[in-house]
RNA sequence: CGGGAUGUGGCCCAGCCUGGUAGGGCACUGCGUUCGGGACGCAGGAGUCGCGCGUUCGAAUCGCGCCAUCCCGACCA
């Protein structure tokens, strides 16, 4: 490709509303644009990288055995009443009316369409396992879109649903797709760890999320300094505490004492003179409808994806001022669980732990010494915290880190949530009717271009992994007015071009820094230099751009030595063992 | 949905407080010089100052309303 002809507008100045790094560098290297909130225009160079990671998925999906297809963006409202979605997918589904009135949407995902699909075509397990994937457009009408393409609301992603005809095979198609996701994010150059992860409103019992490590990443994560555990910290456990024998004699008189307008761990600690550790957090939240009181050591927050999972519940928010004044007769600030009208559910920080401050359920009162057995009862014990720096392993005990995390790539178990709910079935060897057993696994392609970015950049510009640089080598003849130097650049463009590489030829009558920025600013992994003295003398100049390293060599070496360099690079990030 | 900020040629921004003929840089067009890390000179083109209403002799500037965008929060495969 001729720089001269392609549509190509870089952009000198850093966008103002361009927040994170690959944000604002897609906008100036002119791989998208913005039309409107969320959604972007990809312009040639972007679309030259997308197309190549899509290809890599391809490959990789294809090569796991799964197949492609291209299911519909715009879906029937029906599909989804059948799926029970239509009442829970909430807002960010994009709902509208056809001219006959009839309800639509466009697909966030696309579980619906696929088991639909799937259901009226298998009818025997001889049909089965199956494993369909797409690239789609979806349409997710996000709150607050942002970061550009790593949160927008109209995106790309690959999207694989596989269907067996009993766990086993579903393990194995799952393992499939974590190996196949495995391979596909190496192939395209990037550091990343597979976490376990909650599974949110996709449904499903077990979940990984693959994450790009990035300081600028949306997610935490929590990971084991000693063993391979990994989790979003929306779903790191805490290993459950020993209980221990607790002698009743120990526990003090309950106490009821007057504490006027002290609501928060803060106040209640510094007015009692105790540690938050000495008290007992109540927090009242709505699971599905119901009210339910969850008890924390005052130095602990609760995690409410780990709340709503226990719970089984299919929505859990912090309750309103009235339910809890419904609940503990007093304004927010005095819950305790001493007479308290809602299930209470104790976290594991809260075990063994005698003679603690919890609110009286009664305006500017709390108690003190309250002890579980004598003054209340909880329900249950369960790990509902959210992990901290000075919590442990819940493999091994040894101390967690933590890191962030872009997400780009999620697998699901979904089981037969469904495949029930829609009625997706198959005759067994046993002439017996069952459920499929369904996986879905998605990869965000925009999301992992831009995380790619988001980890290799530097003060240039972008630090492209050969395998998704839209073009492999880039020509830069300093002057295209020097007949000579214009030529060996033609010849040198066209001799590339024959050996199979990806070129772009500088041809704009530009003087060297402009083109030498844009270069860098792009990223073209390979960056070769016609120059009057080096020419004079027949040699041009190489230099990688991630280590800046140059070479001097002769014209006529140029085209073996290259090629090697560019086969050598894809080589090595192909090869699962690099 | 709550809090904050911003809207001025294609892009980045000044001007607004203290009302009086709309500016700079980048980009663009032409000519000349220059030519290995974002050149220089000269000459040009391009803006109903987000929209509406009001105050005023006069509004980019003051007031009210609306819209849009961005940031923080809530929310979120």
């Known amino acids: 490709m001729r720089y001269s002809e392609m549509f190509l507008p870089t952009v000198r100045e850093v966008p103002s509303d361009a927040e994170v790094i690959s944000h604002q560098l897609m906008i100036r290297a002119g791989m998208i644009r913005k039309l409107t909130t969320g959604i972007y225009s990809v312009l040639p160079l ?333 329900k249950a014990f369960a790990d509902l915290r959210i992990v901290k720096e000075s919590d442990s392993c819940p493999r091994c005990g040894k101390p967690v880190r933590f890191a962030r995390g872009i997400e780009v790539g999620h697998v699901f178990k979904l089981g037969t949530k469904y495949s029930k709910a829609m009625k997706a079935t198959f005759l067994d060897r046993d002439g017996k009717e069952k459920f499929m057993i369904m996986g879905c696994y998605g990869i965000g392609v925009g999301r992992t271009v831009a995380a790619a970015i988001e980890q290799q950049h530097d003060a240039q510009g972008i630090l492209w992994p050969m395998s998704i640089a839209p073009f492999h080598v880039i020509i830069i003849p300093v002057n295209v007015k020097d007949e000579n130097i214009a030529k060996a650049g033609e010849e040198l463009y066209r001799e590339l071009e024959e050996a199979g590489l990806e070129v772009l030829l500088d041809d704009r009558d530009e003087r060297a820094g402009v083109k030498f920025n844009d270069a860098d600013l792009i990223g073209i992994p390979v960056r070769v230099t016609i120059g009057p003295k080096s020419l004079a003398a027949g040699n041009l100049e190489i230099r990688m751009r991630k280590t800046g390293e140059m070479k001097t060599i002769p014209v006529k070496e140029a085209r073996a030595f290259i090629k090697d360099l560019v086969k050598g690079e894809l080589k090595s990030l192909n090869d699962p063992n690099h």
């Open 46 to 378: 972007g679309y030259r990288t997308v197309k190549k990671v899509e290809q890599i998925i391809r490959e990789e999906m294809d090569g796991a055995g799964a197949q492609e297809v291209y299911l519909p963006a715009v879906q029937p409202a029906e599909l989804w009443e059948e799926s029970g979605r239509w009442k829970f997918y909430g807002k960010e589904l994009l709902r509208f009316k056809d001219r006959h009135n009839r309800e639509c949407c466009i697909g966030p995902t696309h579980e619906e369409v696929i088991t639909d699909l799937v259901r009226n075509e298998v009818k025997t397990y001889r049909q089965l396992p199956r494993n369909l994937y797409q690239i789609q457009t979806k349409f997710r009408d996000e709150v607050r879109p942002r970061f550009g393409v790593m949160r927008c609301r109209e995106f790309d992603m690959k999207d694989a649903y596989s269907f067996d005809a009993d766990e086993k095979g579903a393990d194995l198609s799952y393992e499939k797709m974590f190996k196949a996701y495995t391979r596909i994010f190496s192939r395209v150059g990037l550091n990343f760890r597979p976490v376990e992860a909650d599974s949110g409103n996709i449904g499903g019992a077990y979940s990984h999320e693959f994450m790009v490590l990035a300081d600028t990443g949306e997610d935490a994560l929590a990971f084991c300094s000693a063993c391979e555990y990994a989790a979003n910290l929306e779903k790191a456990e805490i290993a459950k505490p020993a209980a221990l024998q607790i002698d009743p004699s120990q526990f003090k008189a309950l106490e009821t004492i007057h504490t006027p307008n002290v609501r928060t761990i803060e106040e209640v600690s510094a007015f009692l003179g105790v540690t938050p550790q000495d008290i007992v957090k109540t927090l009242i939240f709505v699971a599905d409808g119901k009210a339910v009181a969850v008890l924390i050591r005052g130095d602990e927050e609760v995690n409410e994806a780990k709340l709503r999972n226990f719970l089984g519940a299919d929505a859990v928010e912090l309750a309103t001022d009235d339910i809890v004044l419904a609940a503990t007769n007093s304004p927010k600030g005095f819950a305790g669980a001493i007479g308290i009208k809602a299930d209470v559910y104790a976290d594991y920080s809260l075990m063994n732990r005698v003679n603690v401050v919890m609110g009286a359920n009664r305006e500017d009162y709390h108690v003190k010494n309250a002890n579980l057995g004598r003054d209340y009862g909880v």
